[in-house]
């Protein structure tokens, strides 16, 4: 498989991946008072925190893969005239 095609492959999937509203950061909205966060409500809901930072570590991780997936990819290096970018 030649660049060109890793790359259509490369942005067809990026393309398929849908918007992600992580947890932490709803509980962080939803739990700050003032300017700060409230701890002690934080504290009444601890499971639902627990989750949240579980799944913005597995978001995280799989964040990295994915670019150092992209990394791995040579850069397109003729944009000059008479380029045209890969057919979808």
């Given amino acids: ?3 060109t095609e890793n790359i259509k492959r490369v942005v067809r999937a990026l393309e398929k991946v849908p918007a992600k509203e992580l947890r932490i950061i709803e509980l962080t909205n939803r739990f ?13 809901v ?13 978001y995280g991780t799989h964040t990295i893969q994915a670019v150092n997936a ?4 040579e850069a397109v290096t003729d944009v000059g005239p008479g380029y045209h970018p890969p057919d979808e």
């Fill in 32 to 44: 700050v008072k003032d300017g700060q966060l409230d701890y002690d409500a934080l504290a009444e």
């Fill in 70 to 73: 992209l990394e791995r990819l």
């Fill in 46 to 58: 601890q499971p639902d925190v627990n989750l949240a930072i579980v799944e913005a570590k597995m």
């Fill in 1 to 3: 498989m030649n660049e």
